[in-house]
């Protein structure tokens, strides 16, 4: 079965973690969260999630595909660099990289949005545009290894699209 | 596809509604939330569910499956004596009840624990096995049509049985 890390710091919005990674596990694959350290994280709504390891820690070679939650999280996560290089990591060998409501925060500090299609929260739209992003309006939008969605309720749609690709594999 | 009803009162656990919710959805299936009034109800960690209907407006043979997420939600459904008819109206006709958490208060509520194999939230352990039930301490507990679960970890497992149970219809 696959392998897929989450990359999250405080404030995440809950269910965007909780779901997918609940999801990956029901459907029999393994999932570990990498943070900027490994002390507790805690959720919008007040869920806590213990990281597996820091970015530091992290070797991309290892994991089949890359999840980055929404809420708050992305931007704390896009000022370190070790995380970013981890996404372009992942983006440079075809695996995929799913990014929900303000996860496509990351792809554009990753440098990879230009001509991409894409979706995220309405409220960074803008920003995907300025990026060059092609910027869609849906709940689901899978461009190659990229797959984005909008908001909480996308959920049964993003996590149909990322395990759709792990079947894939 | 099938048809499913969630019942839901404030304080639920966000997650044991929004998991299987979701999930259920994901999957192809509609799904429907009755309360006590249409207003919202808000979760435990601050989620808003809008009821698709109060439970005088509930035909039980409209249905397939019934879902009873946990929290503080279950003690105030419990003391609704029609909340209660439709959980029993669901077991009469063999369709497929499933609890967790605490959800299995209504279980007792209904009458229906002795002899039945299942498991909860561990606080409320006690009243099953008073109350004449086989408790055991798993992720998922299934008992023909009942499935049980004790808390938000074990969701993974709690939909795949209530998954297993839909296929085999």
């Known amino acids: 079965m ?10 995440f ?11 990956l ?11 900027s350290s490994t002390s507790e994280k805690k959720g919008k709504h007040g869920y806590y999630v213990k990281p597996d390891r ?15 939650p929404g809420g708050r999280s992305p931007e704390r996560v896009r000022v370190n ?21 303000h996860g496509p925060q990351l792809l554009i500090s990753a440098g990879i949005v230009k001509g991409r299609r894409m979706t995220s929260w309405i409220g960074i739209r803008d920003d995907i ?5 092609i910027y869609e309006d849906a709940e689901v939008v899978v461009d190659d ?8 309720d996308d959920l ?6 990322i395990l759709k690709k792990l079947r894939q594999k």
Chains 1, 2 share one sequence.
């Open 2 to 11: 696959a392998k897929i890390l989450f990359l999250l710091e405080d404030e």
């Open 13 to 23: 919005e809950d269910l965007e973690f909780f779901y997918p990674f609940y999801r």
């Open 25 to 35: 596990i029901e459907e029999g694959h393994s999932a570990e969260v990498a943070s």
């Open 54 to 68: 820091n970015y530091t820690g992290v070797d991309a070679a290892k994991y089949d595909t890359l999840v980055i």
């Open 81 to 101: 660099s070790q995380a970013v290089n981890i996404v372009k990591s992942f983006l440079e060998s075809g695996k995929v990289v799913a990014a929900i409501c």
């Open 129 to 133: 545009i300025a990026a060059g992003g």
């Open 145 to 152: 290894n990229i797959i984005t969605s909008r908001m909480p």
């Open 156 to 161: 049964p749609a993003f996590c149909r699209e």
